[in-house]
């Protein structure tokens, strides 16, 4: 028992209908009287109507809905029977960006779709077909169980343009939807994959010769602007291109300049381009070849993210932490007066944790204190895990540094130990942080030290990186797009990105709002009809822009299905004639009632 | 009683029929013999009788004691059955005119001598209307047993689509006489073309969806008429007295309605 088209499940909605329409029957101002009888060869054919009523359990009511209950059967494709289960064509298609590479003689994504199309036209009307595309996480393009017309229409939209990933996971997927007796395919453009041996592994592939745009960034340096792009080419001899460096306004395209390279295979060309510094999206494109997506990267201007600093020591303190030095010497920084808009405060005292913002307390603990000498054990736990470990410790050795520390004991994560004393530690709730830095100033040398500016710029990037805005405007396709959100959750909701084709993606996260990047372009987000950020979404990925390993094979599966389908007559039609001609007595029995009752 | 319909009933009495009536003594000429003076039959004498009835022509003719026998005189009853289906309550109209009705009957009744009795149609005896819900079936004939030679007065709207013949016979089975009093609301008997209705049944779930037209009233009206003459029919095959009336002021309703239809005479 089953239903060979599900969608057609949806036909069952017509009972609710039917229901719905006899409760809203129509309804005339009331009368009571005594001999209904008298007036009841004049009474109105119908009840149907739009005032919710009695619902009357009429002849008519029970006779429309097995009417609905016929029609949805008879839709959705009921049938009794599960042997009689028609050819089930599981398709995993590789969505890697490789696909979309041509030459001369045609795309590989289009000879895998003919391929694909000549294969559904061999399959009759009761086969069935599931589409799964490749990724880090697979998902399905048509299906599961599709029928040849819905497959045909989904594959119009297929358009590969993942970075590298393992199939694998589709591989299984594609498995576990065929079941026992689906015919498994995985189209793709490599030979160098071993899908599961039921799998008919067919590649389309050709090893063409490639150049591709594999980095690109650009830097403020003052009123002007460096440009960089990273130019990596594949093949068996040199390759001749151009590169042209574009600016972007809108839809206009103005070329700013061009260059000519030679590319040997597999030798980076790294090419600069000094411009006035703007807000103007940059463009670095190569002349066309064999793999379109990765000829050009935009570039997005970086916003400014300058971090309020307020410094709340005295000026014996400040000296000896060289303060004012250290501020002027990193980039993005701004000493405010009002401590309300500062995000960084540096402060002798105990000024309690604010939400959103990090506050570096120096000040010994307790009335003691005890030279110690470095190095110091550090927390590296998440390092040791594999992570990247606290931020604001990266870089930092502390050798030879002297560290006068107050005995006294310090709240939160110690991140800096000497023996059992606690040097640095890190104290976060409710969305604010206070690093506490037991040091004398006067009796250390840690200001002195090259620890120390490194230092502070790590509290200084990790409270950047902490404020609202874009966190970055320039990502790969597979990265993620993503803003950091100072707003009410009700605010937040309101967000959505526009992709370049206008898809509207709606927002998801309150703090953090974040985006799979699925297609290059520029990407737009959006409060209400209102922009708020832009984000350039590139594809680089060297390893898919390599297409000498491209082939053409055909691997026979290993394992073939006993596709009983194959040779079973057509499924659920009896059933679905019994359906007929029930329908059809149903209809004309009600219309009967409903004539008796004129 | 209502002041009104109490002024109004006076002007009445209830109009007796020809043939002789049961009833305890009273004013009127029973069906058996009695003392008025209105000679019967005679019988042999027998010991016992009032020598004042001893016909003694006859007996210095024949020899023979006979006895002068005079017709009783009777005080007529009245059994009113009143039918208490919802319908009779559909309007207040309706429902004052009911009581009306039958506290003059009462009324009338009580004037001739006669004991009336109000019972329920499908129920008892009732004394005040506020025993009356309203409430009971369409089954007219009372669960108490109706006195036998009394006149019976039924009242009710008689809006049901099975023919009453069968149902006035049984009512008037060993009564002396029947009144059929079908009692209509205005509506009822001449409804307006009011336009698209819903139609509830007062007694039923029943519901329709009517254009009320020139066209359907005329159509109702029509059937109404036949289904009075259907009671009409059937009062007349039992000898009863038959009388549609709309409801309406009391006055109005004995002087231009029942005084016409013989229910009711000038006292």
């Not at chain 1, 599900?6 to 329409?21: D, K, Q, T």
């Not at chain 2, 429902?95 to 004037?111: G, K, Y």
């Not at chain 2, 008689?158 to 006035?168: A, I, M």
Request: aromatic residues 6%; contains cysteine.
């Amino acid at each position: 028992m089953g239903f060979s088209s599900p969608i057609g499940l949806l036909a069952f909605l017509a009972v609710p209908a039917v229901l719905v329409l006899h409760l809203f029957r129509r309804r005339f101002r009331e009368r009571s009287v005594a001999g209904l009888f008298l007036f009841a060869a004049d009474a109105l054919p119908a009840d149907a109507g739009r005032t919710r009523a009695r619902l009357l359990r009429t002849p008519s009511l029970w006779l429309e809905l097995l009417a609905a209950v016929l029609f949805g059967l008879l839709l959705s494709g009921f049938h009794v029977g599960a042997a009689k289960a028609g050819v089930h064509l599981v398709v995993v298609l590789d969505d890697s960006a490789s696909m979309g590479a041509a030459d001369a003689s045609g795309a590989v994504r289009d000879d895998a779709l003919a391929y694909l199309e000549r294969r559904l036209d061999a399959l009759d009307e009761d086969a069935r077909v599931t589409l799964v595309r490749t990724g880090r996480r697979p998902s399905l393009l048509a299906g599961p169980r599709a029928t040849v017309t819905q497959a045909r229409r989904a594959l119009e939209s297929w358009k590969p343009i993942k970075p590298v990933h393992d199939p694998a996971s589709a591989w299984e997927l594609g498995v576990d939807l065929a079941g026992s007796d689906g015919e498994l395919l995985f189209l793709t453009d490599r030979e160098d994959f071993d899908p599961p041996p039921r799998y008919r592994h067919l590649a389309f592939g050709r090893a063409i010769p490639n150049a591709a745009v594999v980095g690109a960034r650009r830097v403020v340096r003052g009123e002007e602007e460096r440009v960089f792009a990273d130019l990596l080419a594949w093949g068996s001899g040199e390759v001749a291109a151009t590169v042209h460096l574009e600016a972007v306004a809108g839809d206009a395209v103005r070329e700013i300049t061009r260059k000519d390279v030679v590319l040997r295979p597999r030798r980076a060309l790294h090419v600069a381009w000094t411009v006035p510094a703007g807000d103007i999206p940059f463009r670095v494109r190569l002349s066309d070849d064999g793999l379109a997506a990765d000829n050009t990267t935009t570039l997005l201007p970086e916003p400014a993210r300058v971090v309020p600093v307020h410094v709340d020591v005295d000026e014996q303190t400040a000296a000896q932490l060289r303060i004012a030095r250290v501020f002027a010497a990193l980039p993005g920084v701004r000493v405010v007066d009002e401590v309300e808009r500062a995000r960084l405060r540096v402060t002798a005292g105990d000024p309690g944790i604010k939400a959103g913002v990090v506050t570096l307390r120096v000040a010994a603990a307790g009335g003691e204190r005890d030279a110690w000498i470095g190095p110091f054990l550090l927390e590296r736990g998440r390092m040791l895990a594999g992570e990247d470990g606290r931020p604001v410790l990266q870089g930092l050795t502390l050798e030879g540094v002297v560290w006068s520390a107050g005995r006294g004991e310090l709240p939160g994560l110690p991140l800096v130990l000497a023996s059992e004393q606690v040097l640095l530690a890190e104290e976060s709730r409710a969305g604010g942080t206070q690093l506490h830095l037991n040091l004398d100033p006067a009796r250390s040398n840690l200001a002195a030290s090259p620890d120390w500016p490194i230092l502070m710029s790590n509290i200084v990037e990790h409270v950047r990186g902490r404020l609202p805005g874009p966190v970055a405007v320039n990502v790969r396709v597979g990265e993620e797009i993503a803003l950091r959100f100072a707003g009410t959750p009700e605010a937040a909701s309101t967000h959505a990105l526009l992709d370049p084709e206008g898809e509207r993606h709606a927002a998801r996260g309150w703090r953090y709002l974040s985006w799979a990047a699925t297609r290059p372009g520029i990407h737009r987000l959006v409060q209400g009809e209102q922009d708020v950020a832009r984000f350039a979404v590139n594809f680089v990925d060297a390893v898919e822009s390599d297409l000498t390993r491209s082939t053409i094979v055909d691997v026979e599966p290993v394992e073939v299905p006993d596709v009983v389908a194959a040779s079973a007559g057509p499924r659920g039609r009896d059933e679905a004639r019994i359906f007929a001609l029930l329908l059809l007595l149903a209809v004309v029995f009600d219309w009967w009632v409903l004539g008796r009752r004129r | 009683m209502r002041p009104e319909c109490g002024r109004a009933a006076a002007a009445y009495r209830l109009a007796l029929p020809g043939h002789p009536l049961g009833g305890r003594i009273g004013e009127r000429l029973g069906q058996g013999t009695g003392s008025s003076l209105e000679f019967m039959d005679f019988r042999d004498y027998v010991p016992g009788d009032d020598l004042r009835h001893v016909d003694w022509s006859a007996f210095a003719r024949t020899d023979q004691l006979k006895v002068r026998l005079f017709r009783e005189e009777i005080a007529p009853s009245l059994d009113i059955v009143v039918d208490v289906s919802p319908s009779m309550a559909i309007t207040d109209v309706k429902r004052t005119a009911v009581q009306d009705v039958v506290d003059a009957a009462c009324s009338w009744t009580r004037s001739a001598g006669g004991i009336p009795r109000r019972i329920a149609g499908g129920g008892g005896v009732f004394e005040t209307w506020e025993e009356v819900a309203y409430d009971g079936s369409d089954a007219w004939m009372p669960r108490i047993p109706l006195r036998r030679r009394s006149m019976r007065l039924l009242i009710s709207d008689l809006l049901q689509p099975h023919d009453p013949g069968p149902l006035l016979r049984k009512l008037s089975a060993g009564a002396s006489h029947l009144y059929v009093v079908q009692l209509l609301d205005p509506w009822e008997a001449d409804p307006a073309a009011e336009g698209a209705r819903t139609l509830l049944d007062c007694e039923s779930d029943g519901r329709l969806d009517i254009v009320l037209d020139e066209r359907t009233v005329a159509r109702y009206r029509r059937r109404l008429a036949r289904l009075c003459e259907a009671a009409r029919s059937g009062t007349r095959s039992v000898a009863g007295t038959y009388a549609l009336v709309r409801a309406q002021d009391p006055a109005r309703m004995f002087r231009e309605q029942l005084l016409p239809q013989g229910v009711v005479e000038p006292a």
